[in-house]
């Protein structure tokens, strides 16, 4: 099955600089790449997704690069802001089109 | 977006009792749900995958006597967490995909179980 590896585990970032999460996946059948932000004991919220015919996609401060060659995919936040703190995780469709996900990175902005 | 309920939000049990959750999609038809585990600080682990009028589909090392799922109808999934034990407490959400080759899933608000 689908496996999705997500690195950095936690990363601490001041306000305004930018922050990088990456993932990797194993199964080069999925197509599908979506980004969701989870705050404590909140649901899950989707930032951003991308398609693999899509190299890179944005909105606003948000980005999500794909290079589907070597089965990686990147969120880039911009100027980052104290309320962009949460846990953020990467995800991959497989086959039964479920969502397999990353471990998640856990950011925090500090004023 | 869609919509996705799910309810309770929080349940507290005795150790032996079932407890039920309800996951509906309230403003789409949803052909398929997805039933995800969190422990504290946790990736989402996917349970099983509930299809509407057939059976579920259980992941590796999912009990399917324990966590019985039905999907009934369009818009109803149930996860009922059989003989709770305090090793069940977890937090519980479920997603749904609207029609079936649309990728996003939305997510329920989920379900916090407590079992004593």
């Known amino acids: 099955g689908e496996n999705v590896e997500q690195h950095p585990s936690t990363l601490s970032v001041q306000e305004g600089d930018s922050a990088v999460i990456k993932c990797t996946y194993s199964?080069?059948?999925?197509?599908?790449f979506p980004w969701y932000k989870q705050e404590l004991g909140k649901r899950p919220q989707l930032i951003i997704d991308?398609?693999?015919?899509?190299g890179e996609k944005k909105d606003q401060r948000i980005a999500v690069t794909l290079n589907k060659t070597a089965k990686h995919f990147s969120l880039h936040i911009t100027e980052t802001q104290p309320e962009d703190s949460a846990v953020y995780f990467c995800a991959a469709v497989n086959s039964g089109y479920a969502l397999n996900f990353g471990k998640g990175t856990s950011l925090l902005v500090t004023p | 977006g869609a919509v996705v309920s799910q309810h309770p939000s929080r349940v507290i049990c005795k150790s032996g009792t079932s407890v039920k959750i309800e996951c509906r999609s309230l403003?789409?038809?949803?052909?398929?749900m997805f039933w995800y585990r969190q422990f504290p600080k946790k990736s989402l682990m996917l349970m099983a995958t509930?299809?509407?009028?057939?059976?579920?589909?259980?992941e590796q090392g999912v009990e399917k006597d324990k966590f019985l799922i039905n999907h009934a109808s369009l818009t109803l999934s149930t996860l009922t967490v059989t003989s709770a034990h305090p090793e069940d407490s977890s937090f519980y959400i479920c997603?749904?995909?609207?029609?079936?080759?649309?990728?996003?899933?939305?997510f329920g608000s989920g379900t916090q179980l407590s079992v004593l």
């Open positions: 199964d080069s059948a999925s197509n599908y």
């Open positions: 997603s749904a995909r609207e029609g079936t080759a649309n990728e996003k899933l939305f």
């Open positions: 991308i398609r693999s015919n899509v």
């Open positions: 509930s299809n509407e009028g057939s059976k579920a589909t259980y």
């Open positions: 403003d789409f038809q949803a052909t398929t």
